[in-house]
């Protein structure tokens, strides 16, 4: 009978419910030959060479407080999974009662009686369909997963750390040249209005120099107001108010982007956070959906208690009572409602699947971004030095043809603008650079691996607790 009863509730997976291939390559597409041994490192920030950001770094990993919300969130996971693989153990329950009676006697008087019942009840169901052992490994795999999300959260919150330090040190180089191009501006513009007053510069020269004055006054305060925007947003991420945050002002000239290698695309499976992540949550559903298709089979329970019933405690071992049974509970009709929970489960391992799959496609799109972008950056920088060089050197013809009265002023001003805009350009490029070395960091997991172990916080450079 009981092998009928599990026949007719055990269920087959659907077909459709199958895992997927993840697309793959053999090679990145947009990859370059590379000589560099070794994936990023977990402290992959120390590789761009300045102390300052491995400071701002360390601060943003200790005392953000997403982090902390993030370690809170991995012991919460832990104690659940503790909580679920208890129920593979039997139950001890402790039982003590105490009653008071009183009646009338035959003759009139009153007579008064005290029981009391001490006892000992213990439970304990068979794992026969490994229903409660699915449910904890389910259990286990969304602590797992919580634990890959605090280091996708440490991960991104150090690359953002180090975008936004990267901004502020460049705004602040921008900000001084502009300042300098500005100091020029003005000097160049009181010798004009001074020629003005003699007759030897026309009012159109006047003109022209006060514009690009005015011109560079502005963005010299835009990039001010950049600069300060970045540190402020350093400040949210290192968790402190924006005054209590010094900066140690760093030429980004003396930064180099850190060569990386990029391996295979397969390789991403186990060195990003996220995709274990992904993996762990859908490892739990797979066990959802053993654990709801062992719940439409029958359960067996044993329980056993010892007990005992007194007026006095020297009655105590006077008349014990004992019991055992055994209970079979087999689900006949619920409304539909375990084959509901079935029919759920599935449904949701189905969605995380996809979610899987998108998540590596995303993965594999980011590294091949940021390997493109490093490419272009690099040809772009290379073509803008000459660009820069040829500016300078316009400059100083420019400079000397005036002196000399070949040329006239605004031969020198465009020559001094063009000069000013390249070295403006090569700071921007240099940021992109460092931004798109970052992200290729990022894009590869820092350095992260998927651990043999229990879950280590390894891009803190601690244990989970």
């Not at 020297?314 to 009709?333: K, Q, V």
Request: with cysteine.
């Amino acid at each position: 009978m009981l092998g009928l009863v599990c026949s007719a509730c055990a269920t087959a997976p659907p077909p459709s419910i199958q895992m997927a291939a993840v697309p793959s390559a053999v090679a990145w597409h947009n990859a370059r030959p590379s000589t560099t041994p070794e994936w990023p490192t977990a402290d992959w920030w120390s590789q761009f060479g300045t102390p300052e950001l491995n400071r701002v770094v360390d601060l943003a990993l200790r005392d953000n407080p997403d982090m902390g919300a993030a370690v809170a969130r991995l012991q919460q996971a832990e104690a659940l999974t503790r909580q679920a693989r208890s129920a593979l153990a039997p139950s001890l329950d402790a039982t003590v009662n105490m009653s008071r009676s009183r009646g009338a006697l035959s003759d009139g008087g009153n007579a008064s009686s005290s029981l009391h019942t001490l006892g000992l009840q213990t439970s304990y169901e068979l794992d026969l369909w490994r229903r409660i052992g699915n449910e904890s490994d389910a259990a286990a795999a969304r602590a797992r997963a919580v634990a890959f999300d605090r280091d996708s959260i440490a991960l991104t919150l150090a690359a953002s750390t180090a975008s936004a330090w990267f901004d502020a040190m460049t705004l602040r180089a921008r900000a001084s040249l502009a300042a300098d191009n500005l100091s020029r501006a003005e000097q160049i513009l009181s010798l004009l209005v001074k020629r003005g007053r003699a007759g030897a510069a026309s009012p159109l020269e006047i003109a022209q120099q006060q514009t690009l004055v005015a011109s560079q006054r502005r963005q010299e305060a835009a990039l001010a107001q950049g600069s300060a925007d970045a540190q402020a947003r350093l400040a949210v991420l290192t968790g402190r108010p924006a005054a209590a945050l010094s900066l140690a002002f760093v030429d980004p000239a003396q930064l180099m982007a850190p060569p990386i290698r990029a391996g295979q695309p397969a390789g991403l499976l186990t060195r990003r956070p996220d995709i274990a992540r992904a993996e762990a949550l859908l490892a739990a559903a797979d066990a959802d959906v053993a654990a709801a298709r062992a719940a439409l089979l029958p359960r067996l329970s044993l329980t056993a208690s010892l007990s005992s019933v007194f007026e006095h405690p020297s009655r105590l071992l006077d008349a014990p009572l004992y019991g055992i049974a055994g209970t079979l509970l087999a689900p006949i009709f619920n409304g539909g409602r375990l084959a509901a929970g079935r029919d759920a489960a599935i449904a949701g391992r189905a969605a995380l699947l996809a979610s899987y799959q998108s998540t590596v496609i995303a993965a594999v799109g980011e590294v091949e971004r940021s390997l493109a972008a490093l490419h272009g950056i690099d040809r772009q920088r290379a073509a803008q030095a000459q660009e820069l060089a040829a500016a300078r050197r316009t400059t100083r013809l420019a400079e000397a043809r005036y002196r000399a009265g070949t040329d006239n002023l605004i031969v020198l001003l465009d020559a001094q603008r063009n000069e000013f805009a390249a070295q403006d350009t090569a700071l921007e490029l240099l940021k992109a650079q460092l931004q798109a070395s970052l992200d290729l960091y990022r894009a590869l997991g820092g350095g992260w691996h998927t651990p043999s172990s229990p879950p280590q916080l390894s891009l803190l450079g601690a244990p989970a607790p």
